[in-house]
């Protein structure tokens, strides 16, 4: 599936903790449809998910949870001790959440949404996903606020974020992908009136798509 053969998507993405699903929820408050390709990879992840069986096979026992999850710290300290473990890992779930999301992507249209606001974290480490919206739209805040919101939600040290952070794209990396950006350095005010202004943006470039394809 092609962005141009699907409707009107658009990708969102942003570093971690700029605040992505605050600002996909409000779009979903809106009437866009929603898809999250994180949320995704956890169903796909979680007990009986549709990738554990090829996830066992492939690391063994080691990185599975008492409950037949994926054990996420566990994977996690796999693939900085290993590089081609995040690969192998990466093999495994790529495809299933593209074609997971694609069918979301087509559900949400057909159901008689507008258009769709594809989050997908990593949007710009990941060239194959820019071929299939019709914008990018990256939600920013400064590197100190991202650490300090993921300290506080996931209780990890500066360090422990800030070596995340180097595995993603830098923010000058994704802001010159974008097409569009929200900056969400201040409250949620603010930014649900940057949305706002998007919605009403999008609503029209997906009425022009509609009308010219």
């Given at each position: 599936?092609?962005?141009?053969?699907?409707?009107?998507?658009?990708?969102?993405?942003?570093?971690?903790?700029?605040g992505?699903?605050?600002a996909?929820?409000?779009?979903?408050e809106?009437?866009?449809?929603?898809?999250?390709?994180?949320?995704?990879?956890?169903?796909?992840?979680?007990?009986?998910g549709?990738?554990m069986?090829?996830?066992?096979?492939?690391?063994?026992?080691?990185?599975?949870a008492?409950?037949?999850?994926?054990?996420?710290?566990?994977?996690?300290?796999?693939?900085?001790?290993?590089?081609?473990?995040?690969?192998?890992?990466?093999?495994?779930?790529?495809?299933?959440?593209r074609?997971?999301?694609?069918?979301?992507c087509?559900?949400?249209?057909?159901?008689?949404?507008p258009?769709?606001?594809?989050?997908?974290?990593?949007?710009?480490?990941?060239g194959?996903?820019?071929?299939?919206?019709?914008r990018?739209?990256?939600?920013?805040?400064?590197?100190?606020?991202?650490?300090?919101?993921v300290m506080?939600?996931?209780?990890?040290?500066?360090e422990?974020?800030?070596?995340?952070?180097a595995?993603?794209?830098?923010?000058?990396q994704?802001?010159?992908?974008?097409?569009?950006?929200?900056?969400?350095?201040?409250?949620?005010?603010?930014?649900?009136?940057?949305?706002?202004?998007?919605?009403?943006?999008?609503?029209?470039?997906?009425?022009?798509?509609?009308?010219?394809?």
């Open positions: 599936m092609t962005e141009a053969a699907s409707g009107f998507i658009v990708g969102l993405t942003g570093g971690i903790g700029s992505k699903t605050a996909a929820d409000m779009f979903a809106l009437g866009a449809a929603v898809v999250d390709a994180d949320q995704i990879a956890h169903e796909l992840t979680a007990p009986n549709a990738a069986a090829e996830i066992r096979r492939v690391f063994g026992a080691s990185v599975i008492a409950d037949g999850a994926l054990d996420r710290l566990a994977m996690r300290r796999l693939a900085f001790s290993d590089a081609d473990a995040k690969l192998r890992l990466e093999g495994i779930l790529h495809p299933l959440i074609a997971e999301s694609q069918h979301r087509e559900a949400g249209l057909a159901n008689g949404a258009y769709v606001i594809l989050v997908v974290p990593l949007l710009v480490e990941s194959t996903y820019r071929s299939r919206v019709a990018v739209l990256v939600v920013d805040c400064a590197e100190a606020t991202q650490v300090r919101r506080a939600r996931n209780r990890m040290s500066s422990e974020v800030r070596c995340i952070m595995t993603q794209a830098t923010r000058a994704r802001m010159e992908a974008a097409d569009d950006s929200v900056d969400n350095d201040s409250d949620l005010d603010g930014l649900r009136r940057q949305i706002a202004a998007l919605h009403q943006k999008y609503l029209s470039l997906a009425e022009n798509k509609l009308r010219t394809s």
